[in-house]
């Protein structure tokens, strides 16, 4: 393994639970591949461009607006190098933060990362471990302990789609949920999420 692309998206930078959680798992992937390199791209400290007009142009007409693609040529080309991807992303508003939904706009591009085929997408990049660590308030895997209903999900279940859309079909995602709500919570999903990337570190690098 020569290179890990680490994406971080929490405006509360090295704070962040998520990105607490991120370096372990770093950590842990680099122990094992120690000559591994670290590529880490802030998505909160340097927010991708929304698509505008000029990428809708171009996603029509390539060749004609190929400027409006340089950004997402710059995204796209660390994703292909990268052996393994570490997305450490909070839960807002029961989905994925603004910031991580532009990465995954001027990366998930047709005719360069996925083509449209008449049995559908079919993902371009080549496939390699995802790990995505997942930073929560609340509970959304099931009830909280006090038995409070579980949260709509509309994080996990996006990434697992749109990833696969682009080729990247082995998605490991480790759970931090409840870190808002005391420090017994935030110790139990802490052991609960290192237990989980123990077991699964053998065989996923
Ligand atoms: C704008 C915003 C929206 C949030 N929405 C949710 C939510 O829908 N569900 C939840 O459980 N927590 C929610 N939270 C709480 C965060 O998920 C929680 O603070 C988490 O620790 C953030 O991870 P981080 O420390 O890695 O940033 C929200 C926080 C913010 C700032």
């Known amino acids: 393994m020569k290179e890990i692309l680490y994406i971080s998206c929490s405006p509360k930078a090295a704070e962040a639970t998520?990105?607490?959680?991120?370096?372990?798992?770093?950590?842990?992937?680099?122990?094992?591949?120690?000559?591994?390199?670290?590529?880490?791209?802030?998505?909160?400290?340097?927010?991708?461009?929304f698509v505008d007009a000029a990428f809708c142009a171009a996603i029509m007409n390539p060749a004609a607006n190929a400027a409006a693609f340089d950004a997402s040529d710059v995204l796209i080309e660390e994703l292909e190098r990268a052996d393994a991807l570490v997305?450490?992303?909070?839960?807002?508003?029961?989905?994925?933060?603004?910031?991580?939904?532009?990465?995954?706009?001027?990366?998930?591009?047709?005719?360069?990362?996925?083509?449209?085929?008449?049995?559908?997408?079919v993902g371009t990049l080549k496939d390699r471990p995802v790990f995505i660590v997942v930073a929560s308030g609340g509970w959304f895997t099931g009830?909280?302990?006090?038995?409070?209903?579980?949260?709509?999900?509309?994080?996990?279940?996006?990434?697992?789609?749109?990833?696969?859309?682009?080729?990247?079909?082995?998605?490991?995602?480790?759970?931090?949920?409840?870190?808002?709500?005391?420090?017994?919570?935030?110790?139990?999903?802490?052991?609960?999420?290192?237990?989980s990337l123990e077991r699964i570190l053998p065989t996923a690098t």
């Open 18 to 49: 998520s990105n607490r959680f991120g370096q372990q798992v770093l950590d842990r992937i680099c122990a094992r591949h120690p000559s591994a390199r670290i590529n880490r791209r802030d998505l909160a400290l340097t927010p991708p461009p």
């Open 87 to 121: 997305i450490a992303t909070p839960m807002h508003n029961y989905t994925v933060p603004a910031v991580l939904k532009a990465w995954i706009d001027q990366v998930v591009r047709i005719r360069r990362t996925f083509a449209s085929t008449p049995t559908g997408k």
């Open 143 to 195: 009830p909280s302990p006090a038995g409070t209903p579980a949260q709509p999900d509309f994080l996990t279940p996006y990434l697992r789609a749109v990833l696969p859309t682009i080729g990247l079909t082995t998605i490991h995602v480790l759970t931090l949920e409840g870190v808002t709500r005391g420090s017994d919570a935030l110790a139990a999903a802490w052991t609960n999420a290192m237990q």
